[in-house]
């Protein structure tokens, strides 16, 4: 099985901040990464399909990068809205997996 | 619009069976392979079976192979997850998820259904 291992597990950032999250494969997965916005007691969203694409209607300050075994996702001038917690998943190959995730607070 | 709307779940005692089911709307639903996902109350996201579109393909997580069984009903626009011998760890909302186009991620997801194991 591929194993996601995010880190930071968790972040405190104020509004306008630049925050980074990383995602790291086990093995090499080419662009197969996917990120998810996840709010308390709602279903996960995505925000990123193959590693740098914007899903529709996701604001443009998420960016995804990456590939390989090594992806980040970046959230531009932080937005109170954005608390959240974040999730990796790898597309590659079954068992589909996913990162332990990151809880982005704002201070 | 793109609807998922799971239904089944609730309180069942250990070595027992329930069957979720998930109604799709909002798009060709035989187009796309479909997956369950589950979430125990304050962890992270588990991936738990898929199937594709014509059935032929049908995945699940070491954790459920041989208790859970995944299938659909085209004609219906329904998704099911028959799950049997039940365990306290599989205490989780079970969210059901359509597949994108390209990249295989889950586009849209279901509210969820809560599982609670327990005697």
């Known amino acids: 099985d591929i194993q996601m291992t995010q880190s930071p597990s968790s972040l405190s950032a104020s509004v306008g901040d630049r925050v980074t999250i990383t995602c790291r494969a086990s093995q090499k997965i080419s662009s197969y990464l996917n990120w998810y916005q996840q709010k308390p007691g709602k279903a996960p969203k995505v925000l990123i399909y193959a590693a740098s694409s914007l899903q529709s209607g996701v604001p443009s300050r998420f960016s995804g990068s990456g590939s390989g075994t090594d992806f980040t996702l970046t959230i531009s001038n932080l937005q109170p809205e954005d608390s959240a917690s974040y999730y990796c998943q790898q597309s590659y190959s079954t068992p589909w997996t996913f990162g332990q995730g990151t809880k982005v607070e704002i201070k | 619009e793109v609807q998922l709307v799971e239904s089944g779940g609730g309180l069942v005692q250990p070595g027992r069976s329930l069957r979720l089911s998930c109604a799709a709307s909002?798009?060709?639903?035989?187009?796309?392979?479909m997956h369950w996902v589950r979430q125990a109350p304050g962890k992270g996201l588990e991936w738990v079976s898929s199937?594709?579109?014509?059935?032929?393909?049908?995945g699940y997580a070491d954790s459920v192979e041989g208790r859970f069984t995944i299938s659909r009903d085209n004609a219906d626009n329904s998704l099911y997850l028959q799950m049997t011998s039940l365990r306290p760890e599989d205490t989780a909302f079970y969210y059901c998820?359509?597949?994108?186009?390209?990249?295989?991620?889950?586009?849209?997801w279901g509210q969820g259904t809560l599982v609670t194991v327990s005697s």
């Open positions: 998820a359509k597949e994108g186009d390209t990249s295989r991620d889950f586009d849209y």
């Open positions: 199937i594709s579109w014509n059935s032929y393909s049908i």
């Open positions: 909002g798009f060709t639903f035989d187009d796309y392979a």
